[in-house]
């Protein structure tokens, strides 16, 4: 079980960085859509 | 790809949770081929395993980046933005991917070599290119006008997508501390390690698939966010502008 801690950080790593990129991917959209909302609102009024 | 309202707008629709869901039972299903399936080899031991995500996180990085460098040149031919949307989110999408290989290869360094890392051929054109790609993205945060920033950051991409080719065949040209290629022309990789790699490799891909579309989509909705901002500023415009302008175009 030698080097068990680096395989288990490499591993945690890989999938910290894609939650992190997914996340903000998708912080993005929700944020675009909530102006586009607002807009269409404001162009209907 | 498309929607009524918008035609560039990918639908959200509920494929796009299932996808999420699919490529997430499939990098668990490569993650656990790649911890308890393939065989341990032999002089590394456990630690060999990080070869597992670092080769297919960078083979998918190179695609990712080759779609980015092919959208630039699409771009600057015809003046599509979609091409623009493409190589940015390619580009984009493609950093986290060599994020990993640069971290996972200096975990498994460390145990192997004994270093971290080394200013060797292969390390250094992987950093590089990892910087240049950062620059893209920062370069276009500094040019407002939508066109002037396509046409200059593709020129760039273009330049920078030199690196990619430079970086694969640097073990090659140069003499590296980086192992040599372990498949194809004589490579000695165990079937069994090649199937996980593969499986690995399909899981990687498609994970750069999903985030890919998502990217995209976000370029989507800038445009589209753009376009109804423009409108609402036009419509809010002083009304004597509009009453000076006659039915035929005179003024009142």
């Not at chain 1, 080097?3 to 996340?23: D, G, K």
């Not at chain 2, 933005?81 to 984009?92: G, Q, T």
Request: net charge positive.
């Amino acid at each position: 079980m030698k080097n068990l801690n680096s395989l288990m950080a490499a591993y945690l790593a890989v999938w910290a960085i894609f939650f992190v990129y997914h996340f903000t991917v998708a912080r993005r959209v929700a944020r675009l859509q909530d102006e586009i909302a607002r807009l269409k609102q404001l162009l209907k009024q | 790809m498309a929607t009524a309202a918008n035609p560039t707008l990918p639908p959200k629709t509920g494929a796009q949770a299932a996808a999420t869901i699919a490529v997430g039972l499939l990098l668990a299903v490569a993650g656990y081929a790649a911890l308890f399936v393939a065989p341990t080899e032999a002089t590394m031991g456990l630690i060999q395993r990080i070869f597992y995500f670092h080769v297919p996180f960078g083979w998918s990085a190179f695609v990712s980046f080759a779609i980015s460098f092919v959208s630039s040149i699409a771009y600057l031919r015809t003046r599509a933005p979609k091409w623009d949307w493409l190589a940015v989110s390619s580009a984009e999408v493609g950093v986290p991917f060599v994020t990993v290989m640069l971290v996972t290869g200096p975990i498994w360094a460390h145990p192997v070599w004994g270093i971290w890392w080394t200013w060797d051929a292969r390390l250094t054109s992987t950093f590089v290119l990892w910087v240049l790609y950062v620059c893209y993205l920062l370069l276009r945060t500094l040019i407002e006008e939508p066109e002037r920033r396509a046409v200059v950051s593709a020129v760039f991409n273009i330049f920078a997508g030199f690196d990619i080719p430079l970086v694969y065949f640097s073990i090659w040209f140069f003499r590296t501390q980086h192992p040599q290629p372990v498949i194809g022309a004589g490579g000695s990789l165990d079937p069994r390690m090649l199937d996980v790699l593969l499986l690995c490799w399909g899981a990687t891909l498609a994970l750069l698939a999903l985030l890919l579309r998502q990217r995209y989509r976000v370029e989507a909705l800038r445009w589209e966010f753009e376009r109804l901002r423009l409108e609402s500023e036009n419509r809010a415009a002083p009304p004597q502008t509009l009453a000076a302008v006659g039915p035929k175009g005179r003024s009142a």
